[in-house]
Nanobody, 118 residues
Framework: QVQLVESGGGLVQAGGSLRLSCAAS????????MGWFRQAPGKERELVAT????????YYTESVKGRFTISRDNAKNTMYLQMNSLKPEDTAVYYC???????????WGQGTQVTVSS
């Protein structure tokens, strides 16, 4: 089992950047596929990006391609989301989540608020 804690959220102007971090406890982080999700007020939670356990493959939802970069450092038990060229529509609570061995995203952090002002 892994415990996840997000950090790095905040208020930024449109066009700015933020880097989110997701710190994981435990010794099995490197076996988890990891993902970033977000939920805006009044909207359903959506998948933003995923990264395989080794970091060799990534996926991005269309709206963030070319602006966001997901990465991980298994030696530090940490995953990142570099967000550039932020837009007001990126405003949401961002969550990291872990999927071990294809069993689904069963492990979630508490979320970090990202607010982009226009």
């Amino acid at each position: 089992q892994v415990q996840l804690v997000e950090s790095g959220g905040g208020l930024v102007q449109a066009g700015g950047s933020l880097r989110l971090s997701c710190a994981a406890s435990g010794r099995t982080f490197s076996t988890y596929t990891m993902g970033w999700f977000r939920q805006a007020p009044g909207k359903e939670r959506e998948l933003v990006a995923t990264i395989t356990s080794s970091g060799g493959r990534t996926y991005y939802t269309e709206s963030v391609k070319g602006r966001f970069t997901i990465s991980r450092d298994n030696a530090k038990n940490t995953m990142y989301l570099q967000m550039n060229s932020l837009k007001p529509e990126d405003t949401a609570v961002y969550y990291c989540a872990g999927d071990r061995l294809g069993t689904g995203y069963r492990y979630w952090g508490q979320g970090t608020q990202v607010t982009v002002s226009s």
